[in-house]
């Protein structure tokens, strides 16, 4: 079956850096786009970023764009996010999600998304 694993969470302080990591199994990771999509206490989903299929063409959201970075390893099966510029408002659960075509969009339409991991931890304070 489809697994979404993140990892690489944790606590840091502002201005700093974390890479997060997703793993996936269970499909052809590399047939499809993937994203980033984070959730903060008491709030929505925000759309953090995708990535098509072969890993050619990335999309952020404006309150990311120019500090985070996303990318892919097909032959790993692996998603990333190097997060950089760490800001106490990037604090949220982090999740990846699988799209169900092998483009990505510079949008959030939950409907496009068809599997989630269990998310990962970030939290920026000093």
């Known amino acids: 079956q489809v697994r979404l694993v993140e990892s690489g969470g944790g606590l840091v302080q502002p201005g700093g850096s974390l890479r997060l990591s997703c793993a996936a199994s269970?499909?052809?990771?590399?047939?499809?786009?993937m994203a980033w999509v984070r959730q903060a206490p008491g709030k929505g989903r925000e759309w953090v970023s995708d990535?098509?299929?072969?890993?050619?063409?990335?999309y952020y959201g404006d309150s990311v764009k120019g500090r985070f970075t996303v990318s892919r390893d097909n032959a790993k099966n692996t998603l990333y996010l190097q997060m950089n510029s760490l800001k106490p408002e990037d604090t949220a659960v982090y999740y990846c999600?699988?799209?169900?075509?092998?483009?990505?969009?510079?949008?959030?339409?939950?409907?496009?998304?068809?599997?989630w991991g269990q998310g990962t931890q970030v939290t920026v304070s000093s």
């Open positions: 999600a699988k799209r169900n075509s092998p483009y990505g969009r510079p949008w959030y339409v939950e409907s496009e998304y068809d599997y």
């Open positions: 269970g499909f052809y990771f590399s047939s499809y786009a």
């Open positions: 990535i098509n299929s072969g890993g050619g063409r990335t």
